[in-house]
């Protein structure tokens, strides 16, 4: 396996977004033929957990940047509003938010018995691209079920490339899909920052790519599609950002992104959700609405040491996606290739 | 029944947001016991259709605006971002969102045979206000299906009140719901220009309802609780504004909705969304890329008859919805009393 | 002299912007007929400080809002990015823009000589309305050095209506200008937070004001033009606000603005901009990076009441600005007449 | 002199803003030693002009985009809320903004006797970066008469490098300034689009920037300065782009400005602003306000085409503005290299 190392900062111990202390990332892959021989169930849903308590009781600090808008994520106007995260990330294709969105409902609303009844609502956050390619997409294979499967299998392993909601996905002609890495920001001589990113590749043209940068030699035999096409980013952090600070964490993804090749297509859903897990904020409280927590005074060397490693990330972790994807069977008997395999 | 005229503009023939040529609305109000003797399925679907025909194949310009964004509105980030509205405008309650997109998903991929296989995917909005004062909304009674009957019987004619998403809704402390006004703003001598609203009303507290500006005498029976609660605006229009000057009309709204008292609480999802009929967009077409359309050039005596008209409408309808809400029993007993029975 | 009281909350012992401890306002008025008889210098400039120290070495949180964005308000690029607020808030007129920003860096060079020579730069806020009714817009008669004068003289008294910036501004047909007003939100049973706010009012047709509300009888005197212009709206708070909660406060700025009768018109550069004195952030620390700060939780209670009394207080504002006003004459012999006087 | 050509698109005849039919650069230049033997004016202006005739009156549909906001450009929240520049777009230092803005609004004021007397007012848009390494900015030497020189003198013909704006800003440690490039987009078999581009690149530290891509062989003797630095980017076309689609087209900007090697760094103003010069809207009309315009339906393939070819452009125009820029001396004796002088 290609291993690739991309800028000057190192990475966590599993250069993966589980890094991050507490997050958790759980996939469930659905990979099963229909009785017409032409459709394919080849997709899946992912599911990124901030912290492993309850997540709508102790609420993380978040933020979301929209690189190109042409997308269905579903939770960002109240995670804009409000700064805060009370939810998995769900990850799925562009058929499956309502389905996955469903599950996690129904899976919130069995761990919080107050919500709905005598405190108020939650809000899902669901990302997608479309892997209409090899997914037959408009048979709706994503239930509620397997996104409760997803959050309930989380762990702080990732497994990278076509697992989970990147089991269908297409990157640069190649298979793409699910990767992660970390970075490591020292901070004094005995603490480190941890910065840890999940993407869900699933856009470009294989003549954009800039392969060059990263591997030797890649198989020739991409597949030619239009170059609309999608990427969902998530970053986390142990850094006690704010909503405002996380955000432009997201906008440096733009970054890693464009580094690839990448000219943001028109036809892309390029969308980017940051969480730090520093400062939880619980949402019943018998404590004064006047807390003290912990803040970072944006000067311009930490900062610059945030923005250039999450730009390196994920970059690499794009990169990662490819590296790690196999060689994938989809609908109507189309094939999309590892882009390593020979 | 009382009636109500704010502002100085002329109302369409219903004043109703059908005024506007082609929009229909349609919906399904769900009224129904449980087992349990204390839980109540007081809810609905309401559907928005811009047009009678294909909404995927013939898209409108459109635009959103959040005046608080503590709500969980789906398919903002592509409006946004194309400026386009390419499905009906979906309203329910909070947790049926999920359901109801799924039956107009449902719903739109069996009228397009093309999306998700030949062509890209469709983006659908759904709104939502939290009824769960009156409705068990734990028990998840919005269906798909509500979704699909509510487009199918979608008409010219606007029923208001406590229909549809608006059942189980509760404005001022009274019953609340669905409202709707239009406005004329004259153009030439033989063409005026049709403004029309609709508003799903779930906001406010008592004390803050500046109730007699519009009404002598109110039942004193309110229900008091937090003050917390949302609105969902949809306007309409056959003035042929671009995405950005829909924009600006929908910031008025916040204009009519002060105007009845309220002050845009912490707990509110508060949202705007706004199309025009004018120049409608194919999604498939033969033709150039260059496109000749109609615009308006933004005078400050024709804009400001747009927002002056928006303004006074949006409040119109808002008090329309309660002085049209009948009293309401949901669960737990409780009941919510019209403003205006005795 | 009329006096009002809007909404439920209590003012400050001054109902002034003043009563946020720190904050200072200042103003310099310009009257001096030209040469020629129909050329008056009928403007001025006022700054507020947000507190008695050292602007750019101490500087405050802070956020701003538009409410419609036809002005040319400078610095919000950067107070917008960053959430801080580095210089006094200076007020003019539109041409004046220029001249008085040119002044406040004039003097914040020389209060800071390590500005531009061994640390960055410095971001300057100043707002404006076009009072050219009445004063002389295109002969520029704010220099800069009137902005030094405006910030020199600020003290913790301050002065309404047709004083600095608001000298030649014209509201409702009626002599406006600056209005200023305050509200206690009780916090515990020894301490209060208090809200502060000043307006420079510049807007609004006579026939849209809702006169009634305030005072029993107006001056028929008004004058009719049209019915774009502005109104710079600026908050201050001792409440431990972030600045997204800062934003969310601004934005209910346009609640008191609307039920004084504004429509937002199309003209308008309605612009708000709102601070906290709670958390100073230095400049230059020689501290770790890493703060503790004191933050509010966004809860349901204490955010209603701050933005309901952010409404109260704004409407109120406005309205003083009238009533504080005098008949004033300007340029080409015309004159604006009080709202009261008779 | 090295050349560059970076992407698949062609150049116009220029390669040059200039190339957009219409659009007009002109700099002055200030380069002169104060008596003080340390203190040095090493700065400028540069004027970019959408069109020919009277900006005011035929203003052109535009667009701005933030890429990091840590900068001071004005003029922002009128061109985002109407869409329209109706002002040349200038250029200069960070504390030469007031006196930009002043000379050109006396420029405008003189060509257009109407503003601020019997019609309204007018918006200028006036970007920058910080030059003090080089130019002793706190002695202000950028006055009004410098503005309107660059407007004076502005043709189709636009030097690059240390000229203008351009003349003290440093680039990735090297000397840069301004830079352009433009892109020609096929479109029917007689007719081409055209993009430009012009940038003011004083951004990156030496470590970052990709040099291998573009030259072979560089001067070592860099500047090591902290890595904070702006880039402004303005971005002309002659497609008959709305504001909505022209913000889309800045924001892939951002494309080209990271595979430079930028990572955005915490002290940037990086803005984009973007125009077009295919729909002029005049100022004053005897027309009805409807009017008939080209547009472009937004399709995969045109819109790919431009967001490509704008990141292909924006790279090249940073890398031009560092091969064409020569060895400048400044302020303290300080030298900046060019990076190809040895």
Redesign the interface.
């Known amino acids: 396996m290609s291993t690739i190392k991309i800028g000057r900062y190192n990475s966590g111990a599993k250069n993966c977004i589980t890094d991050v202390e507490g997050v958790k990332v759980g996939h469930v892959t659905i990979d099963e033929q229909y009785e017409s021989s032409n459709e394919f169930a080849c997709t899946g849903v992912t599911a990124i957990l901030p912290h492993s308590g309850n997540l709508f009781k102790e609420k993380v600090i978040a933020a979301s940047y929209?690189?190109?808008?042409?997308?269905?994520?579903?939770?960002?106007?109240?995670l804009?509003?409000?700064?805060l995260l009370e939810s998995p990330i769900m990850l799925t294709n562009?058929?499956g938010?309502?389905?996955v969105?469903?599950g996690t409902?129904?899976y919130m609303?069995q761990q919080n018995e107050e919500?709905?009844?005598t405190t108020?609502?939650i809000?899902?956050i669901t990302g997608e691209c479309?892997d209409?390619y090899l997914n037959s997409?408009?048979l709706?294979p994503v239930k509620p079920h397997h996104a409760i499967a997803a959050i309930e299998e989380a762990s702080d392993v990732c497994e990278e490339g076509a697992v989970g909601a990147g089991k269908g996905m297409v990157c640069f002609g190649y298979k793409g899909g699910i990767g992660t890495a970390s970075r490591r920001i020292p901070y004094?001589s005995d603490q480190d920052f941890m910065l840890g990113c999940l993407v869900l590749s699933n856009f470009g043209n294989p003549r954009?790519f800039h392969y060059s940068k990263y591997i030797n030699d890649i198989n020739q035999d991409s597949i030619h599609k239009?170059?609309?096409g999608s990427i969902i980013i998530v970053i986390a952090t142990d850094v006690?950002l704010?909503?405002?600070q996380l955000k432009?964490v997201a906008?440096?993804s733009?970054?890693?992104l464009?580094?690839t090749g990448?000219?943001?297509?028109?036809?892309s859903?390029d969308?980017v959700i940051a969480f730090s897990t520093a400062n939880k904020?619980?949402h019943f409280?018998a404590d004064?609405?006047?807390?003290?927590?912990?803040?970072?005074?944006?000067?311009?060397?930490?900062?610059?040491d945030i923005?250039?490693a999450?730009?390196d990330m994920v970059e690499e972790a794009i990169v990662s996606s490819l590296l790690k994807a196999k060689t994938t069977i989809g609908r109507n008997g189309r094939a999309v290739k590892s882009i390593i395999d020979k």
């Open positions: 929209i690189i190109n808008g042409f997308g269905k994520t579903t939770g960002l106007v109240q804009n509003e409000l700064g562009t058929f938010v309502s389905a969105t469903q409902l129904q609303l919500i709905g009844d108020g609502t809000n899902i479309n209409s997409i408009r709706l004094t954009d239009p170059e609309d006690p704010s909503d405002r432009r906008k440096r733009t970054v890693g464009s580094r990448s000219h943001i297509s028109h036809g859903g969308i904020v619980p409280s004064s609405f006047i807390d003290q927590g912990l803040s970072i005074r944006e000067e311009q060397g930490i900062m610059d923005f250039a999450t730009a």
